[in-house]
C-alpha cells in the first residue's frame, strides 16, 4: 500500500475584518420587513386608512433613510408622496339613429397622501460586530379623496352635480429597541427591531355636495358605519355634522427586519 500528497500545497491564510461600523457623517439606505404587521388600518374595513410603516420595496412604502449626526447618535426618516388622478369631460351627441338622454357629463376622481416620519436613534455599543439601539419616531400623514359627478341633461337642461370630499389626518408615535450586527468588513448591517407604537386618525367622513335642478343640500358620511349596519336604512348614516376618531396602540405591533446599507 503507498500514498501520496502535493508537498507544495499550503493552506491559505483567511481572516475576516469587522470594521463596518458607521461614525459620525455616514449615510444608510434602509430596508425592513415587518413580520407580523405590514401596515397601520390593514384588516379596519373602511374605518381606517392602511398605510404602510416601513420600506419593503412595495408600492406605497415609506422610503426610509439614516444619517449618524454623532458616532452614537443617528436620525432617520422617511416619506411618502402619493397622487391618482382621472378626469373625463365631454359632450353627448344626439342623432336620430343614437339619441342620448344626456348633453354633457363630467367625471373628476383624485386620490392623494402625503406622509413624514422623522427618527432618531441612540446606540449603546462601540463594538464592530454587534450594535444595540434604541429609537424614537414620529408619523405624519395628510391625505384627502375626491369625486365629482356631473350630468346635464338634453331635455330638461337641469345639472345633477354630486361631489364627494373625504380629508383625513393620521398621527402616530414609536419607541423601539433593536441591534444590528455588521457582515464582516462590508458596510452593511442586519438586525431586528420591536417595541411600542400608537396611531390616531382624525377626519376620514365624507362631506357630500348634491345640485339637483334647482335644489342643493349637503350630508356627511363614515366608512363601515354601525347606524346603517344596525338601523339598515342607508338614509340614516346621512349626517348634518359628525365626528369621526380611530386609536390604535399596542406593544410588539412592528417587530421588523432592517437591512442598512451604509455610505458617506
Do not use: C
Not at 436613534?121 to 464592530?128: A, Y
Not at 364627494?164 to 419607541?175: A, E, N
Not at 450586527?181 to 417595541?195: H, I
Amino acid at each position: 500500500m503507498a500514498s501520496a500528497q502535493l508537498s507544495t500545497r499550503e493552506n491559505q491564510d483567511t481572516r475576516y475584518k469587522f470594521g463596518g461600523r458607521p461614525v459620525s457623517g455616514d449615510m444608510a439606505l434602509v430596508f425592513g420587513l415587518t413580520v407580523n404587521n405590514a401596515a397601520f388600518g390593514d384588516e379596519s374595513d373602511t374605518t381606517t386608512r392602511s398605510i404602510s410603516t416601513w420600506n419593503r420595496l412595495s408600492r406605497g412604502n415609506l422610503l426610509t433613510f439614516k444619517k449618524f449626526i454623532d458616532n452614537d447618535l443617528a436620525i432617520r426618516a422617511g416619506f411618502r408622496l402619493a397622487r391618482d388622478s382621472r378626469s373625463v369631460k365631454g359632450e353627448v351627441d344626439s342623432t336620430e339613429f343614437i339619441q342620448a338622454d344626456l348633453a354633457e357629463f363630467e367625471y373628476k376622481k383624485s386620490t392623494r397622501e402625503y406622509m413624514l416620519v422623522p427618527g432618531i436613534e441612540k446606540h449603546f455599543s462601540s463594538s464592530n460586530i454587534f450594535d444595540v439601539y434604541a429609537g424614537a419616531d414620529l408619523y405624519l400623514g395628510f391625505g384627502r379623496d375626491r369625486q365629482v359627478e356631473s350630468y346635464t341633461f338634453r331635455d330638461t337642461d337641469n345639472n345633477d352635480i354630486h361631489k364627494m370630499t373625504t380629508p383625513y389626518t393620521i398621527v402616530g408615535l414609536g419607541g423601539v429597541v433593536g441591534f444590528n450586527v455588521f457582515v464582516l468588513d462590508l458596510p452593511v448591517a442586519l438586525g431586528v427591531e420591536y417595541g411600542w407604537s400608537a396611531f390616531w386618525q382624525l377626519g376620514n367622513k365624507t362631506k357630500h355636495e348634491v345640485e339637483s335642478g334647482s335644489d342643493s343640500w349637503e350630508y356627511y358620511t363614515v366608512g363601515n358605519d354601525p347606524n346603517t349596519a344596525a338601523q339598515g336604512n342607508p338614509a340614516n348614516g346621512q349626517y348634518s355634522s359628525v365626528k369621526q376618531k380611530y386609536m390604535s396602540m399596542d406593544t410588539n405591533d412592528q417587530v421588523r427586519v432592517v437591512l442598512n446599507i451604509y455610505f458617506n
